[in-house]
């Protein structure tokens, strides 16, 4: 497993401080759109949940973003708890950059919490675990996508998570990650393909004419420079998916700005590989 250890400023709360603002955090999210928007997804997919496998989470007694990105996991799993078959939902953590203090957090949650670098072969089947990513590095994510393969993926949008790498650049990099967002991205473009189709139909319905713009095609046609990506053949990387598509993406990132937790969850996103 692949992690980076970064410095962050660190403002060291005492565990009643603690206990306190992670209360007031939670509160927060619970009463926030994006909650209402995952609610949704999770009363769709509850009873297929049985674990959560959460990664790059942060020192959340030490670091404000991490302290959000735990009251969410908390609160998703007092969701799935009481919604559905599953009254225990057993929980992995990691990150190498947890305190003494975090570890003791986590292991007074209880036997069905534990700390571990690589997934435990225990009660974490990939197609039963929701995997809880909140900012994780793309090395990290390669890995996550090799090793433990998962089905329902909470993190950082695939394709804006990679969209500063060209397509050649992120298969050289991270391969079975471009896989993926060249599978998430064609799934989309299909979606937006058919959506057009069936405008373009209602508007000829409607008597209205269809337009093309001629010009737009010639400068495209003459302009020399036009840069073209290599050919990647995608089907020479060997993957377990074959699908991706996006459960939501909180109203296109909307209900993520400009709210308390500020950039705790940026563009975090909720997906489904198969």
Request: neutral net charge; aromatic residues 10%.
């Amino acid at each position: 497993m692949s992690f980076t250890v970064s410095k962050k400023n660190k403002n060291k709360l005492k565990p009643v401080d603690f206990s306190s603002k992670l209360n007031e955090c939670r509160d927060i999210i619970r009463e926030s759109l994006m909650f209402q928007d995952l609610k949704t997804i999770l009363d769709s997919t509850a009873n297929s949940i049985k674990a959560i496998r959460c990664l790059a989470i942060g020192s959340f007694t030490e670091d404000f973003p991490a302290r959000y990105q735990l009251a969410l996991l908390l609160e998703i799993i007092d969701y799935l708890e009481h919604t559905s078959d599953t009254p225990s939902i057993v929980v992995s953590v990691y990150d190498p950059v947890f305190t003494n203090q975090d570890k003791d957090f986590i292991k007074e949650k209880g036997s069905f919490w534990s700390i571990d670098e690589t997934l435990p072969p225990k009660n974490f089947e990939s197609d039963s675990t929701l995997f809880f990513l909140p900012h994780a590095p793309l090395d990290l994510t390669e890995n996550i996508l090799v090793k433990e393969r998962p089905k329902y993926f909470l993190a950082n949008n695939i394709i804006q998570h990679t969209d500063r790498y060209t397509a050649s650049q992120l298969n050289t990099k991270y391969p079975v990650l471009s896989k993926l967002a060249n599978v998430l991205s064609s799934s989309q473009n299909e979606n937006i393909k058919t959506n057009n189709t069936n405008r373009e139909d209602l508007l000829k319905d409607d008597g209205f004419i269809i337009n093309v713009s001629k010009k737009k095609h010639r400068r495209n046609k003459n302009n020399k420079y036009v840069f073209e990506e290599p050919h990647i053949d995608y089907s020479l990387i060997d993957s377990y998916f074959y699908a991706c598509k996006i459960l939501t993406s909180f109203n296109n990132g909307q209900h993520l700005k400009d709210q308390p937790w500020i950039n705790s969850f940026s563009d975090l996103t909720f997906h489904i590989i198969e």
